[in-house]
T-cell receptor, first 111, second 111 residues
Framework: EPEVTQTPSHQVTQMGQEVILRCVPISNHLYFYWYRQILGQKVEFLVSFYNNEISEKSEIFDDQFSVERPDGSNFTLKIRSTKLEDSAMYFC?????????FGPGTRLTVL | DAKTTQPPSMDCAEGRAANLPCNHSTISGNEYVYWYRQIHSQGPQYIIHGLKNNETNEMASLIITEDRKSSTLILPHATLRDTAVYYCIVRVANRDDKIIFGKGTRLHILP
């Protein structure tokens, strides 16, 4: 069964550094999303992406964040200058119809 | 904010049916009821969704009341691997539409 995959599974970085989180959506999906979950809190929507542009973004998704689909298979989330409060699980999701399928997540730890 | 109300936690004996309730009294005519679950900080896993008819798949059954103001997710023979947080979500079945997660129900399967 096709799955969304994410790399790395765990990323440790220093405050102020740039990180890129990578996702490979399910191959025939055209809609892509990033969510995050701070430890002990709800899963929160960050951004949705379709046809090479952002469809919607939340208040969390400020100028420090960007997304890109650099080729036909990858979907990336970049955090330009990480802050301590960016420490969280980051989940990628993709959809072809109305159901979103999530990847296993990347645990980002900012020191 | 989430448009649903779920009990914060429930217990179920292994091998028995787990019945997870959800209230969504303000649901609109074009909104579906979706269920996801999250096993210990893994990515949310899609379970099932429906509009007004009862639905069944290999994982679960979804029973929606006639007035659509509440629903029940049924795991017919719960196993220890079903221990997770279960999210009931009301949303328009639109590929662009973000998912708004609430706190869900933490289901404990007891051996």
């Amino acid at each position: 069964e096709p799955e969304v995959t994410q790399t790395p599974s765990h990323q440790v970085t220093q405050m102020g550094q740039e990180v890129i989180l990578r996702c490979v959506p399910i191959s025939n999906h055209l809609y892509f999303y990033w969510y995050r979950q701070i430890l002990g809190q709800k899963v929160e929507f960050l951004v949705s992406f379709y046809n090479n542009e952002i469809s919607e973004k939340s208040e969390i998704f400020d100028d420090q964040f960007s997304v890109e689909r650099p080729d036909g298979s990858n979907f990336t989330l970049k955090i330009r200058s990480t802050k301590l409060e960016d420490s969280a699980m980051y989940f990628c999701a993709s959809a072809s119809t109305d159901t979103q399928y999530f990847g296993p997540g990347t645990r980002l730890t900012v020191l | 904010d989430a448009k649903t109300t779920q009990p914060p936690s429930m217990d179920c004996a292994e091998g028995r049916a787990a019945n997870l309730p959800c209230n969504h009294s303000t649901i609109s005519g074009n909104e579906y009821v979706y269920w996801y679950r999250q096993i210990h900080s893994q990515g949310p896993q899609y379970i099932i969704h429906g509009l007004k008819n009862n639905e069944t798949n290999e994982m679960a059954s979804l029973i929606i009341t006639e007035d659509r103001k509440s629903s029940t997710l049924i795991l017919p023979h719960a196993t220890l691997r079903d221990t997770a947080v279960y999210y009931c979500i009301v949303r328009v079945a639109n590929r662009d539409d973000k998912i708004i997660f609430g706190k869900g129900t933490r289901l404990h399967i007891l051996p």
